[in-house]
């Protein structure tokens, strides 16, 4: 995206926070601060390597909108639907399974009609289904550091998923000051 020095417009619609989490429970609890976060309509697009915590961090957020019960990988039936506290319907949809060219799969599911839809969509290995994602979402990107630590880049476009990714830096400072999760600013 181009953005010009000082364009208020371009920076409203972009935002960027990075983290360290060093634990799976850590990574939980900022998938629980955004979660809390999430109204109908967001779409979080899940990106990373196998086993770099993208189903840790969804079942942080299936928590933070209060979703009972627990919450798996969806694999093998690519699509679980959860009912949120709020009313809301939950989609975990992880597209591990779609060949690089199988957007037609993914569209025989109706992948499409979930992302454009009132749920809160999550989705793993989005990368997949790049074509079929809203321009306004939110993306983070999952990497291994080492044995217990992981790294989250969270990268929002869009007017509605920017205020979405500055209303959780105010929270993930806030949880910071506890020493829960430390936001930093550089690697
Ligand atoms: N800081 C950390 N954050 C998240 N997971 C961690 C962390 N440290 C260790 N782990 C471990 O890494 C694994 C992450 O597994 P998870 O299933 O969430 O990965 P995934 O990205 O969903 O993998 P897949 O691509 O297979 O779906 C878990 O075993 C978890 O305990
Ligand atoms: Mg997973």
Redesign the pocket.
């Known amino acids: 995206m181009s953005m010009r020095r000082g364009s208020k417009q371009a920076l409203a619609q972009h935002s960027t926070l990075e983290l360290?989490?060093?634990?799976?429970a850590?990574?939980?609890e900022s998938g629980e601060r955004l979660g809390r976060l999430l109204q109908p309509g967001h779409v979080v697009a899940?990106i990373?390597?196998?086993?770099?915590?993208?189903?840790?961090?969804?079942?942080g957020i299936a928590r933070g909108l209060g979703v009972e019960g627990p919450v798996t990988?969806p694999?093998f039936i690519m699509v679980n639907e959860y009912r949120t506290a709020g009313g809301a319907v939950l989609y975990h949809i992880?597209c591990?399974r779609f060949q690089e060219q199988g957007m037609s799969e993914a569209l025989a599911i109706g992948v499409d009609e979930l992302l454009g839809g009132d749920g809160i969509c999550v989705v793993?290995?989005a990368e997949r289904i790049e074509p079929l994602l809203p321009p306004d979402r939110l993306t983070v990107t999952?990497l291994y550091?080492n044995?217990?630590?992981?790294r989250l880049c969270f990268e929002a476009s869009g007017e509605r998923h920017t205020a979405l990714l500055n209303s959780l830096k105010v929270q993930s400072l806030r949880g910071s000051a506890f020493g829960v999760v430390s936001p930093e600013s550089k690697p």
């Open positions: 360290t989490t060093h634990s799976a850590e990574t939980q899940l990373g390597e196998l086993g770099t915590g993208k189903t840790c961090l969804t079942q990988s694999t992880d591990y793993e290995w999952l550091v044995h217990t630590a992981r």
